[in-house]
């Protein structure tokens, strides 16, 4: 798909896409999405940035669309005609998260889906009805017994003419509702009457969340075939409260609905390709009680993980303690250390593909205290001995079953591309992926993600993403590379 910033046009081309979109009756976004509907889908976009020109053999045709507020989405390969023209049911329930749904239909409407809302009572409470269809372009359905809509059966109708239900936020009361078959509003009788899948996105507090209602309720809706995405953990909007019971993010959100579009029969690029993934953080035990870590989140390697077994490689992920489920395209094995990870990856070689994302601790205690270490009156800390912990990523480069495309994440904080391209010599690896993970930019733990991709050819800067999004374009990069190693044989 090819692609243009809105706001980087000039006055005159700005003021004709505002004319035609008005006559049209659509938003700019949207007549500068149909319009470049006609443009080769494979042209490359106009924002990529190139700091020096790569080889044409790692040249990589991507899809990818500039948002309404200049953020650069990739499309995958795999699933960059999910959305096109189809219908997404949205029905959203009554609690705090229900805000976040305004930008889930944006960010849905700009891939082409269309939206149509219904809100139940108590949503209404939470986000005006006017909000919802002003940003859906379409009305908002609330009442099971509307005379207008219900002449026809409407909600039979509403529950069939979608391609996928989604559910967000989806309350306790909701899912508890969906769990014992009431049908006693509209959101309810549709979610009864719908023969179509149904993705739930539940927002609670971590109390209503862990309550044992709501997890038989979870096991019920899972064994019925509901799909869930989150919730994730973190503060809630109570003051001082936090843990599971977050929404997943729109962009989450969307990432699982872009893949319960894709139909079975979609291709699989990396059909035949076994890729090994490293994810999170390490901890290094100091005592039973202790540890060395950092602040990474593993949101990044477990999206490549998830996007690499929707392109059809066979992926193995080496998760370090996250708080995020295990993908579900791929076989996940936890570790804790350093020493773990690397024994867990060389057990899963010969692989074709290694991507090494975890942050790996470079130190560990000499020793492992049996019992907590007691503070003794009147001394100070006692000092900690380190040792080197393995380098997973320069142990593959140099193994003797190293995988044909092998890649490495750099998180730095200063001079970004030297010790990148310093680390792509020395691990003897293809590609280096270097993030600046300085705190102001929170990369470490967040959503979002600018990166750098480096090769022996060259540097490409990769524009802000979210996460879910570097994912997809990275596998785009990887298709491509191995399209080219094929015509090159
Ligand atoms: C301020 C406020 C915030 C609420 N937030 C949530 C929430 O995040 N999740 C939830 O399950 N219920 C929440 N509730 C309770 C629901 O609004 C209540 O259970 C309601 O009956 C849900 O209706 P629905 O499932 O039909 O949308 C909240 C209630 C209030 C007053």
Known sequence: MASITIRNLDEAAKQALRERA??????????????????NSDQTSTNYQRDKPISPTSYAPLNRMNTSDGETIAISKVNSKA???????LIIGGGI????????????????????????????????????SAIANDKVFSDLFDRDDEHDIGHIRLSREADLIVVAPATADLMAKMAQGHAN?????????????????????????SHPATQRNLQTLQSDGIQFIGP???????????????????????????????????PKPLAGKRAIITSGPTHEPIDPVR???????????????????????????????????????????????????????????????AIMVAAVADWRSVTEADEK??????KGPSSLKLTENPDILKGLGHHAKRPSLLIGFAAETQELEKHAKAKLKRKNA?????????????????????????????????????????AERLVNEIISHFEVETLEV
């Open 22 to 39: 008005a006559q049209n009756g659509r938003s700019m976004e949207e007549e500068a999405r149909l319009l470049l509907g006609g443009i």
């Open 83 to 89: 959305f096109a023209s189809k219908r997404i049911l």
């Open 97 to 132: 998260a229900a805000y976040k749904c305004l930008d889930l239909i944006r960010r849905l409407r700009e891939r082409g889906a269309t939206v149509r809302p219904v809100m139940t009572k108590a949503a209404q409470e939470f986000v005006t009805p006017l909000s919802v």
């Open 185 to 209: 509003d509209l959101a309810s009788t549709v979610l009864m009457a719908t023969d179509k899948p149904v993705l739930i996105a539940p927002a609670m507090n971590p109390a209503m969340w």
């Open 232 to 266: 994730n953990a973190g503060e809630m909007a109570e003051s001082g409260e936090a843990g599971l019971g977050r929404m997943a993010e729109p962009m989450e959100i969307v990432h699982a609905i872009g893949h319960l579009l894709v139909p079975d029969d979609a």
């Open 291 to 353: 540890y060395i870590a950092n602040r990474s989140s593993g949101k990044q390697g477990h999206a490549i993980a998830e996007a690499l077994g929707r392109a059809g490689a066979e992926v193995i992920l080496v998760s370090g303690p996250v708080e995020l489920p295990d993908p579900q395209h791929a076989e996940t094995f936890h570790v804790q250390t350093a020493r773990e990870m690397q024994s867990a990856v060389e057990k899963a070689l010969p692989a074709d593909i």
């Open 373 to 378: 270490m007691k503070k003794e009156n009147g």
């Open 430 to 470: 293809d590609w280096i992926i270097a993030n600046d993970v300085s705190p102001e930019g929170g990369v470490m733990g967040g959503d979002k993600n600018t990166v750098k991709r480096i090769t022996s050819s060259g540097i490409e800067s990769w524009p802000k993403m979210n996460k879910a999004d570097v």
